[in-house]
């Protein structure tokens, strides 16, 4: 009968070997598949995440009611295909507004047109009225200067001659009284006659002079008179014609909202920008909401992305749409995807991000499941 402790020192040994002889075949099998994949290019797994390549928007145009939702988050959508309706009752009534509005600017536009043409008509008249009293005023000045005047003092060539007589007679009666056959009371008569004569001719030419100086003043004024009611024509005829200019830009503002309102009428439905998934549908029925709020977000589904962190020994080995292999293995995905982007600064972490993107023609849903990459990396010489 053994011992107790011969018993336990076999049962150790026994186990020893059996650790032993794993360990050299394990040994062995790392070092023969270490010894195929020399030939092999060295490979580095990453893991990132998949998510949409693009995703697009859909807010509201303006501020609306949802009357009824027609999607839901997870629905696969056509373009143009309808989300939601709107609630139509309020834009029928602003419709109904701009209408009135429309009417009432389409009637002004005419009311003012009309006015421009009316004053282009008096100004017409009145630049040709004033063009003919022009020439009547010339004749008329014409025809006083060739009639008479009777009385000496309103002509100063009438006055003159009359100055110029007295002048002969008093040289004449002088004449005389040197001969001693007129009375000297008669030459100073005629010499009074030559002052009184001068004494008209003088008023005369004032007369003349003060009435040709008021005809010319006259003249002006009249003259003025009507460049100035032409000038008044023209102003409010430029007037009418801003406002004319003003009336019309609102008139087309007015039919812009107008089209707008109509065309929002004709279709209540809020529809997708694009074919994709609805990612994000936050609205209900019932629901107020303000221009630009959000509605929904749709993603495409027939191309995916994973986005990877690169170490830097191995980014500048990659380059743009070059190929790489990525496995989905929640989905049973194996595909080969294309480097879309590599960033040009690392991250925090040091790493370069790099964006891949694959073909989903199935329209899989893997945004959010994880993804392994390998990307071929450079070899790495024995260290010493």
């Known amino acids: 009968m053994e011992r107790p ?6 049962r150790v040994g026994v186990t020893s070997g059996v650790i032993l002889a794993i360990a050299l075949v394990t040994s062995g099998f790392l070092a023969k598949r270490s010894a195929e994949s020399n030939d092999q290019p060295p490979v580095e797994g990453l893991v990132g995440l998949v998510s949409a390549t693009e995703i697009d928007t859909v807010a509201a145009p303006f501020a609306v009611t949802i009357a ?3 999607a839901a988050v997870g629905d696969e959508l056509t373009a143009n295909q309808c989300i939601a309706r709107r609630d139509i009752t309020e834009e029928g009534r602003s419709a109904a507004a701009l209408a009135v509005a429309l009417e009432t600017s389409q009637q002004d536009v005419g009311f003012r047109e009309q006015a421009i043409d009316t004053l282009e008509r008096s100004l017409h008249r009145l630049a040709t009225k004033t063009a003919d009293l022009t020439d009547q005023l010339t ?5 006083v200067q060739q009639v008479p005047l009777r009385q000496a003092r309103d002509s100063p060539d009438r006055a003159r001659a009359a100055y110029e007589q007295a002048q002969v007679r008093a040289r004449r009666a002088e004449d005389l009284s040197k001969a001693g056959l007129i009375a000297q009371q008669e030459v ?3 010499r009074l006659g ?13 007369a003349s002079d003060a009435a040709a100086k008021l005809q010319n003043l006259e003249m002006a004024q009249g003259r003025a008179r009507r460049e100035l009611a032409v000038l008044e024509q023209r102003q409010k005829v430029a007037e009418q014609e801003a406002a004319l200019a003003q009336g019309r830009l609102q008139l087309k503002g007015i039919q812009m909202r107008y089209a707008d309102a109509q065309a929002a009428l004709a279709d209540p439905c809020i529809r997708a920008s694009r074919a994709g998934a609805v990612m994000e549908l936050p609205v209900s029925a019932g629901e107020h909401l303000a221009a630009g709020a959000l509605i929904a977000r749709i993603g495409r589904l027939d191309q995916m992305a994973v986005h990877v962190d690169v170490a830097p020994d191995v980014v500048n080995t990659l380059h743009v749409d070059a190929q790489v292999q990525i496995e989905v293995r929640a989905a049973g995905v194996t595909t ?14 040091g790493r370069y991000p790099v964006q891949l993107v694959f073909p989903n023609p199935s329209h899989a849903r893997l945004a959010g499941q994880a993804a392994q990459t390998w990307l071929t990396v450079p070899a790495r010489g024995p260290r010493s």
């Open 5 to 10: 402790g011969t018993l336990t020192s076999r």
């Open 68 to 70: 009824q939702v027609l």
């Open 139 to 143: 004749i008329a000045e014409l025809q």
């Open 188 to 190: 100073e008569d005629a």
């Open 194 to 206: 030559v002052r009184l004569a001068a004494d008209d001719l003088a008023n005369a030419k004032q």
């Open 336 to 349: 080969q995807a294309r480097i879309r982007s590599i960033a040009p600064l690392p991250n925090d972490a």
